[in-house]
């Protein structure tokens, strides 16, 4: 028979094991720049020449595979920041591409990965090369 003192360590440590694996998972953040014919794997923060949640083709950002994108507009960082995990599923993702007209600096666009999880993006600069800033949410 398992003593009390025990069962509470047992449970402790499994409450705390679960907390800190999700902390891990759930801040991971980075910068990608993104050059024609690049593709952004946002469940990995890779950019490569195929494959990826979204691609980038010089004139507009389309969804690849199973993600899809919902651009929010120019709200910039304070509002970036602000957005949390809890509303990503209830934005109406879609396949249809943002054109860069869209794609300014302080431009807020969330994707639904391949891989089923949530990122949100922000436009940091814009020109010959795009380059954007990704929290993933999970």
Known sequence: ??????????????????????????DQSGN???????YLNLDTGAISNAGGDVFWNGTALAAQGQAGLYNLGR????VFKSITARPRGRAPY????????????GDIFGVRTSGGHYAKVTVTSAGNEWSLAFHKLF
Do not use: N
């Open 94 to 105: 879609s396949a249809a591409p943002v054109p860069s007209s869209a794609l300014i600096v």
């Open 32 to 38: 990608a720049a993104l050059t024609a014919s690049s």
């Open 1 to 26: 028979m398992m003593s009390s003192c025990y069962r509470d360590h047992c449970l402790a440590v499994a409450v705390l094991a679960t907390a800190l694996s999700t902390a891990a998972l759930a």
């Open 75 to 78: 709200f910039g960082s304070r």
